[in-house]
């Protein structure tokens, strides 16, 4: 039997990208999935669909917009009414902007610091209370390879993501007797959909292969010289969920091809 049979799994931000390779891990370890993300509709109820048939759990989507804590506490609750219970958070809606500090827009720092940490926040405190009263729950915060360095023009970012591995930290102590664990998973770069369109991009305008150009993006920071997938870290989510990661909690792990070993 799937390991996660009968547990239910909130994802933020996973109508693509990571989020959406965490939500297949997930589906295919038996647990109930709730979706939430930006996108097209249609093709975001074609991947319910896709996960629903391929895994044969049930998939609801919520719109929640995570800069709104009144909608986050809306889609908690959802989850609870519509699949039973929220056994798993997973916090991994995020946004970028790149700007020098004394340059930078102060309504891009505050929709950077609500999406990437505020909303974590508000969704494990709405989360938590069906975790206790089960015994058992599981929360992932997406944060970073920036949540333990930092790289220049990206402080609204490198903090948020920094506050992720805090509060990861602080909430895991919190709970640490309720057979509730709270690990962060701090990728590196991450070859979705998007950034592999970028790299295509790049290499039609260069003349150069896709693999030249993959690897002319990632070797400054990425020792191995290469990304890491949205499956990888899926599987790593699914891993932090099974029993055998009972006692791992607390702890950012690094998905980064040794970015952080240098």
């Known amino acids: 039997m799937p390991?996660?049979?009968?547990?239910?799994?909130?994802?933020?931000?996973?109508?693509?990208?990571?989020?959406?390779?965490?939500?297949?891990?997930?589906?295919?370890?038996?647990?109930?999935?709730?979706?939430?993300?930006?996108?097209?509709?249609?093709?975001?109820?074609?991947l319910e669909k896709k996960?629903?048939?391929?895994?044969?759990?049930?998939?609801?989507?919520?719109?929640?917009?995570?800069?709104?804590?009144?909608?986050i506490v809306g889609m908690i609750s959802e989850?609870?009414?519509?699949?039973?219970?929220?056994?798993?958070?997973?916090?991994?809606?995020?946004?970028?902007?790149?700007?020098?500090?004394?340059?930078?827009?102060?309504?891009?720092?505050?929709?950077?610091?609500?999406?990437?940490?505020?909303s974590a926040?508000?969704?494990?405190?709405?989360?938590?209370?069906?975790?206790?009263?089960k015994g058992w729950g599981r929360i992932i915060n997406v944060a970073s390879a920036h949540g333990l360095t930092a790289s220049p023009n990206k402080s609204a970012y490198v903090a948020a993501k920094h506050g992720v591995v805090g509060l990861t930290k602080a909430v895991a102590l919190e709970v640490a007797t309720n057979g509730i664990t709270v690990n962060a998973i701090c990728p590196g770069w991450v070859l979705t959909d998007l950034v592999r369109a970028q790299i295509e991009a790049r290499a039609k305008e260069s003349g150069r292969?896709?693999?030249?150009?993959?690897?002319?993006?990632?070797?400054?920071?990425?020792?191995?010289?290469?990304?890491s997938t949205p499956e990888q870290i899926g599987k790593l989510a699914a891993f932090l969920c099974s029993d055998a990661a009972n006692q791992m909690t607390g702890a950012p792990y690094s998905v980064d091809g040794g970015w952080m070993a240098q």
């Not at 049930?58 to 009144?70: H, L």
């Not at 997973?90 to 505020?118: K, T």
């Not at 709405?126 to 009263?133: E, G, I, T, Y």
Request: charged share 25%; aromatic share 6%.
């Open 3 to 46: 390991g996660l049979k009968g547990k239910v799994a909130v994802i933020t931000g996973s109508t693509s990208g990571i989020g959406k390779g965490i939500a297949e891990c997930l589906a295919a370890e038996g647990a109930d999935i709730m979706l939430n993300g930006f996108g097209d509709r249609s093709e975001i109820a074609d």
């Open 51 to 71: 996960i629903a048939t391929e895994y044969g759990v049930k998939v609801t989507y919520s719109s929640a917009d995570m800069s709104q804590p009144s909608e």
């Open 79 to 118: 989850a609870q009414k519509k699949l039973g219970n929220v056994d798993i958070l997973v916090n991994n809606a995020g946004i970028q902007h790149v700007s020098p500090v004394d340059e930078f827009p102060e309504d891009r720092w505050d929709s950077v610091i609500a999406i990437n940490l505020s």
């Open 121 to 133: 926040f508000h969704s494990i405190k709405a989360a938590l209370p069906f975790m206790k009263d």
């Open 209 to 227: 292969t896709f693999e030249d150009e993959k690897r002319a993006l990632v070797s400054e920071k990425t020792p191995s010289q290469d990304f």
